[in-house]
Nanobody, 128 residues
Framework: QVQLQESGGGLVQAGGSLNLSCYAS????????VAWFRQAPEKEREGVAA????????RYSHSVKDRFTISRDNSKNTVYLQMNSLKPEDTAMYFC?????????????????????WGQGTQVTVSS
C-alpha cells in the first residue's frame, strides 16, 4: 500500500522558518513528480511547489516564490519544503502528493494534473 507521510509542521511566529518533509513508500520513488499543496479553512486548495523526478525542475506559486524551496532526496524517498519568512497567510494544512507522470508546467497547481497519491497533511500555523 502506497503511503505519503508529511511531517515538520507546527506553530511559528511570522518571519520564522519550518522545514516540511514528505516520505513516500513508493517502490520507484524517482519515477514520480511530487508537489506540495495547502488548504486553509474555507479556501480552495492551492498548489505551492512542485518538483520533477530528477529534481532538476521546480515550480512555485507566486505567493511563496523566493521564500519556499522544494527539494528531494530520492535515496531517502523524501521531498522537502523549506519555508522561510513565513507569514500569517501561510497558515494552512500542507499536503504532499505524487504523480506517476511528468510535471505539467501549466496545470499542476490548479487541478489540471492528476496526483495519484496524497498524504494526510501537516498543519502549519503562523502567528502574527
Amino acid at each position: 500500500q502506497v503511503q505519503l507521510q508529511e511531517s515538520g509542521g507546527g506553530l511559528v511566529q511570522a518571519g520564522g522558518s519550518l522545514n516540511l518533509s514528505c516520505y513516500a513508500s513508493l517502490l520507484r520513488f524517482d519515477d514520480y513528480t511530487v508537489a506540495w499543496f495547502r488548504q486553509a479553512p474555507e479556501k480552495e486548495r492551492e498548489g505551492v511547489a512542485a518538483i520533477t523526478w530528477s529534481g532538476q525542475t521546480t515550480r512555485y506559486s507566486h505567493s511563496v516564490k523566493d521564500r519556499f524551496t522544494i527539494s528531494r532526496d530520492n535515496s531517502k524517498n523524501t521531498v522537502y519544503l523549506q519555508m522561510n519568512s513565513l507569514k500569517p497567510e501561510d497558515t494552512a494544512m500542507y499536503f504532499c502528493a505524487a504523480a506517476a507522470s511528468g510535471l505539467d508546467l501549466q496545470s499542476w497547481a490548479t487541478g489540471g494534473q492528476t496526483f495519484h497519491y496524497w498524504g494526510q497533511g501537516t498543519q502549519v500555523t503562523v502567528s502574527s
